[in-house]
């Protein structure tokens, strides 16, 4: 069965101190929190807040979308990755601004660095593992993409290079084994540009209107681009590039602010309530209907209307998480689920691209169940064994042992690439010359 090609992240399937799926499919170090005022905490006087399960399960949501549309079963499940986009803008940036109430400032190299803890292991892993199985499993063609692929996956810039070498997003999933790691580059260029632009438009009393008036300014201006660019038979370029797609970590980022925040905060919590359960049953009817590229107006603003959805019913779980709504979407399975969003994302396409139908011996139900057994057994050794030691700082992932650690890593990693022999050109295709000579009489 030919799998059509996305992602996280997420992540993602996308925040330095909450988890989150592809960072959100990523997530950091800690619990997400509600940041800004509006939420009870002025700005100039931020608070730790109370971990925000809703959020966790959103993430759970996300993911669940996006592994039933790698396995056919959700036309629309790529649109999982736009609602983890929203939450990584809209984690990073009330850590950001809370780091400005706190500190009067915001130390970018220190942000840089928890944003690496938290997501180069686990990338680092499935990227080598991923490597080795190609080479062990894979066919020729998907080994020769893998290794080529893999320098750019690593310097977070693959979705450049696929737009660069004209990969047609919709239909060459097949061949690409971190496809899905476009969505895991979208958000590290962002965490790049964005606790800069916080750091100077965040200080002072109007401070986070400017944030939110700058993250609106931006999102429109991705808009207009997405709506230049998408118009083309190939829309590779509108959805994996980083300026078209970042109006939703953008949506996401200004519902963090004070401006919404307080204004979220003020709605009685039945209208709140109502208003969320309405938008999440929107996000899942889009995903169930929307038929990937061939949906009509995705290009054209529908894809903006699903992350201003997504920004608002973010923002409302957020203000009232312990309405119906909130308690349904952060229900111990969502959130257990969304615990594991960032690793299920980052390893669930390696695992059905390497299984195919005809390795399995089995299609259908089955082979989806298995699948996806298969990716969250995956997932949760890498949270535990990978992901959480480094996170919670175990003594040999801290001072000069993390480094030596990062050190070795780095260069096992480089060696395994540059060891695996490249598939000769043509390599387990059919040479037609020579079938012809064999029939001929």
């Known amino acids: 069965m030919a799998h059509q090609r996305l992602a996280a992240a997420p992540d993602s399937p996308a925040a330095p101190d909450s988890p989150v799926g592809p960072d959100s499919p990523e997530g950091p170090d800690r619990p997400a929190r509600l940041p800004g005022p509006g939420g009870g905490t002025p700005a100039s006087t931020p608070a730790r807040r109370a971990h925000l399960a809703p959020l966790d399960g959103l993430r759970g949501l996300a993911v669940a979308a996006v592994l039933l549309f790698h396995a056919g079963r959700l036309r ?165 590039g980083t300026d078209t797609r970042a109006f939703a970590l953008l949506l996401g980022a200004a519902a963090a602010t004070a401006p919404v925040s307080s204004l979220t905060g003020r709605l009685p919590r039945a209208v709140s309530d109502t208003l969320s359960a309405l938008l999440l049953c929107g996000l899942v009817v889009s995903w169930a209907l929307t038929d990937g590229q061939h949906a009509p107006g995705l290009f054209r603003g529908g894809m903006f209307l699903h992350s201003l959805g997504a920004a608002v019913l973010v923002a409302l779980l957020a203000a009232a998480p312990r309405g119906r709504t909130g308690r349904l979407v952060g229900g111990t399975a969502p959130v257990r689920l969304g615990e594991l969003s960032y690793s299920l994302y980052l390893w669930h396409w390696p695992v059905y691209l390497l299984l195919p139908a005809s390795v399995l011996g089995f299609g259908g139900w089955l082979r989806t169940a298995v699948l996806i057994g298969l990716s969250l057994t995956a997932a949760a050794l890498s949270k535990h064994l990978v992901e959480d030691p480094v996170r919670f700082r175990a003594r040999w992932a801290t001072g000069r042992r993390g480094v030596a650690a990062l050190a070795v890593a780095a260069v096992v990693a480089t060696g395994v690439w540059a060891v695996i022999p490249r598939p000769h050109p043509g390599a387990g295709t059919v040479d037609v010359d020579r079938l012809n000579r064999l029939m001929a009489p």
Do not use: C, K
């Not at 649109?79 to 850590?95: A, E, H, R």
């Not at 400032?105 to 499935?126: D, K, N, T, Y």
């Not at 239909?171 to 800069?196: G, K, M």
């Open 76 to 240: 629309g499940g790529f649109l999982g990755v736009d609602l983890f986009f929203v939450l990584s803008g809209f984690l990073i940036t009330g850590l950001l601004l809370d780091e400005i109430g706190r500190h009067g400032r915001i130390r970018p190299v220190a942000f840089w660095g928890r944003r690496a803890r938290r997501l180069l292991p686990a990338l680092l892993v499935m990227g080598v593992a991923g490597l080795l199985l190609a080479h062990a499993f894979g066919t020729p063609t998907q080994l020769a993409f893998a290794l080529d692929d893999a320098p750019w996956a690593a310097a977070q810039a693959v979705n450049w290079h696929f737009i660069a070498e004209q990969v047609g997003y919709w239909n060459a999933a097949d061949t690409r084994l971190y496809s899905h790691l476009w969505s895991i580059a979208v958000e590290w260029q962002f965490y790049v540009v964005w606790p800069l632009l916080v750091a100077l438009a965040g200080r002072g009393r109007a401070g986070q209107r400017r944030v939110a008036g700058l993250a609106v300014a931006g999102a429109v201006v991705s808009l207009v681009l997405m709506l230049h660019l998408g118009q083309t038979v190939d829309t590779t370029r509108a959805y994996e």
